[in-house]
Every structure is written in C-alpha cells, then in structure tokens.
C-alpha cells in the first residue's frame, strides 16, 4: 500500500512562504486524489487544499485561496504545496492524504490513506 511522507515543514515569519512537499511510497500516486490538511493547536483538522490525480480539479480552503498553490507530478510521485504570504493562523501540522478516484474531497472521512505530519510554525 502506498505510505506518505510529508517534509519542508518549520518556521516563517509573517508575509513569508513555505513550501511543503508530500512524496509517496510502496506504490505510485497517479491513481489518487491527495488532499493537504491542517491542525491547529486545540482546533480540529481542516481542508487546505486538495488535487485530483489528472491535476484538472484543484479545489482550496476559503482561508488560503489566493495563498496556496497545489500541483502534482505523477512520475515523480510527489504532491506540492506552495504556501506564501503566510499568516500566524496558519500555524498548525500539515498533513498529506490520499483516496481513490479522481474527485477531490473536503472531508477528512474521504481519504484512507495518511501522513505523519510536518510543523509549519509563523511567527508575527
């Protein structure tokens, strides 16, 4: 089964960007639907942003849309995240997930498949 692992996590200042990046293991990514999540302190997960695996349907969170920036590239089994004019809200642990079939989903119920997580800290 695919594994994912989520890197380029840390910490920003405020105005600044980040760019996270979600590579897939023990399979290929193209048949998945990979979406980008976020948890706050004391707060429950929520939608960032989320990709198809033909790349044509991108959906964002109200609370990122202009922001952030999803792609993909299939052959190297890697989803992006571009994060830039970041806002101390944005603090949380970013998460990668992913789910059969190509429509994106907001609900976390959707994916089955999940990272471990990477910190994004921004400072004001």
């Known amino acids: 089964q695919v594994q994912l692992v989520e890197s380029g996590g840390g910490l920003a200042r405020a105005g600044g960007s980040l760019r996270l990046s979600c590579a897939a293991s023990?399979?290929?990514?193209?048949?998945?639907?990979v979406g980008w999540f976020r948890q706050g302190p004391g707060k429950e997960r929520e939608f960032v942003a989320g990709i198809s695996w033909s790349g044509r349907s991108i959906l964002y969170g109200d609370s990122v849309k202009g922001r952030f920036t999803i792609s993909r590239d299939n052959p190297k089994n890697t989803v992006l995240l571009q994060m830039d004019s970041l806002k101390p809200e944005d603090t949380a642990v970013y998460y990668c997930?992913?789910?059969?079939?190509?429509?994106?989903?907001?609900?976390?119920?959707?994916?089955?498949?999940w990272g471990q997580g990477t910190q994004v800290t921004v400072s004001a």
């Open positions: 997930a992913a789910k059969m079939y190509n429509i994106v989903a907001t609900s976390t119920t959707s994916y089955d498949i």
């Open positions: 023990g399979g290929t990514f193209s048949p998945y639907t």
